[in-house]
């Protein structure tokens, strides 16, 4: 017990004074390992007399134990010294403040749209995509907008042929007969995308902007689905319940036709959003025209459903409250930096 006492103060002085890594592994090899001091104190204790021997087992451990602990402290703070020395050699210094690395963030477009197909996807939709050069056919004719209509105008269509049976889509109302054609009923689907008109370009009106068609093909399907389908799009995007009302409107490819309007979301009274009516103009939409549904071989009588066409770019504006759509595509980095 006596030598045991004696080496534990020895050992440590000599660690505390140890200088490098070597100098300590000398140490542990002298002490610790096979054929080292305290093993050869373990293997005189049965030479002891019996009473003595459980004392001595104790101290010959306990200095085994101490002289661990006492390299792990000094191998530690070895360590952080060279730490300290090289980040003084490298000119490191740890008050200067971080350098600043740009992050990039979503456009509001496509933050809406993310959010909207989550929404629309748990309602058991799927989220579709389709070309932005669609044939005449898909984008009118099969959506029952005969020859003399006048969204078919000239100035409002980007035609991409002489012959004009290829255009830019004039909405994504075109890709819900491709869905019709490919995908057998039940369906129910959105189509979020870009699209273009032949417009002349001010606050509210860019030649190209952001849609998102929706359908729902179904038996025994009434206005009274669209109009709670409508009900939760508005909750997803404005947080709470918002009052919708229909009036009549008139799209070749649905009968009856509607326009919806949502209470205006930012006043109580009148506003300039909402032109002092406490009513927004929100989207067109309306129960899908037997026509088109037979056109795309989907027997009416069997089969009925609601289409709409919401206005991305218009509910991007409305939920941010932006009030030059032109914004919206014009690249300016201090426009889109407020997003992230
Ligand atoms: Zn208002």
Redesign the pocket.
Known sequence: MESANTLTSTVKARIEAAGSDTELRAIEREYLEKGGVVAGLLAAVPSLPGPERPAAGRAANQLKLEIAAALGAARERLASADLDQERSSAGFDASLPAQHSPRGSLHPIVQLTRELSDLFHSMGFLVLDGPEVETDEHNFEALNIPRDHPARDMQDTFRCDPEGKLVLRTHTSAVQVRAMRQLKPPMRAIVPGKVFRQETTDASHEHTFHQMEGIVIDKDITVAHLISTMKVLLRGVFGREIEVRLRPGYFPFVEPGFELDAR?P??KS??S??KQS?WIELLPCGMIHPNVLRSSGIDPETWGGFAFGLGLSRLVMLRFQIDDVRHLLGGDLRFLEQFS
């Open positions: 205006c930012f006043c009148g506003c959003v909402c406490t």
